[in-house]
């Protein structure tokens, strides 16, 4: 269970925090999907649980303990990639296997296989989607229980998405607690649990899938509910 209690966010330039989360859990198990228009705190929320970023106050706890001490049982699995680019996958193997205690390697190496990634060809030789989908690898093969993933369908094409999807799915055991950031709600939306949607960085919304679903509703409709979104906002613009 991760939980998050008055957490606040602050960068020096900022009079007013740019994220401020009152009270929020997610059991383990959970897939969530982190939601909400550019700027609402996203990207800085998942910085916050990994101990990165200017965080002013709170406490933020992994199954009782602070998230902290325990760093190495959560792969971060971000846009920018956390490898040093002069090494190779087969190095930067070496290099997780230190950190992660249940880092498998052989997990590693089938997916690189699977996603076509060569083990010797240094990593900064790679195309901007291939890096993603090394650190997608990294990620998974680091043998965490809590996920927490930055955009992982950026810069990644169509079939690319799909078998990211495929690879998820299929290397979930159900433990695993899962967050991921994307504005591609309807590739997430049969995947995850819960939303939760961030404005201005508030949880503006905190709503199981099934329960939207039984509304009627789609997760678009939430979204669009929850960001006070303004279909016609465009059209004054050059009237
Ligand atoms: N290094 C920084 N210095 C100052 N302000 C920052 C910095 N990084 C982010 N911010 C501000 O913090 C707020 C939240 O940014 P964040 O990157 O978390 O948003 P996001 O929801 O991930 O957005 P996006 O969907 O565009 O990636 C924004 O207003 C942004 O301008």
């Known amino acids: 269970m991760l939980e998050l209690q008055y957490v606040e966010s602050k960068f020096a330039v900022n009079e007013t925090p740019v994220l ?8 383990s198990g959970e897939i969530v ?3 909400g228009a550019n700027g609402s705190g996203k990207t800085t929320l998942l910085k916050a649980i990994m101990g990165l970023g200017d965080i002013r106050h709170g406490e933020i706890k992994l199954n009782g ?11 971060f699995i971000t846009e920018e990639g956390s490898f040093p680019p002069r090494m190779t996958p087969e190095r930067y193997a070496r290099f997780l296997a230190e950190f992660y205690p249940s880092f498998s390697y052989e997990r590693y190496v089938r997916m690189l296989q699977w996603y076509d990634l060569e083990l010797d060809k240094p990593i900064k030789s790679m195309s901007k989607g291939q890096k993603s ?11 965490a229980k809590t996920l ?5 369908f950026q810069g990644k094409d169509l079939f690319a998405r799909q078998d990211f999807l495929k690879l998820m799915v299929s290397s979930l055991t159900g433990e695993e607690t899962l967050i991921i950031t994307t504005h591609l709600i309807d590739e997430i939306e049969n995947v995850i649990d819960r939303a939760i949607i961030l404005k201005q960085g508030r949880v503006a919304a905190d709503r199981y899938i099934d329960d939207i679903r039984q509304e009627g509703k789609s997760l678009s409709d939430l979204m669009a509910e929850a960001a ?6 465009s059209h004054s613009l050059f009237d």
């Open 148 to 152: 927490l993933m930055d955009e992982p």
């Open 20 to 27: 401020y989360v009152d009270n929020l859990t997610i059991k």
């Open 33 to 35: 999907g982190l939601l």
């Open 133 to 143: 989908k090394l650190e997608i690898c990294a990620g998974f093969a680091k043998g």
């Open 228 to 233: 006070g979104y303004k279909e016609k906002r």
């Open 65 to 75: 303990r602070p998230v902290s001490e325990q760093f190495e049982s959560i792969a």
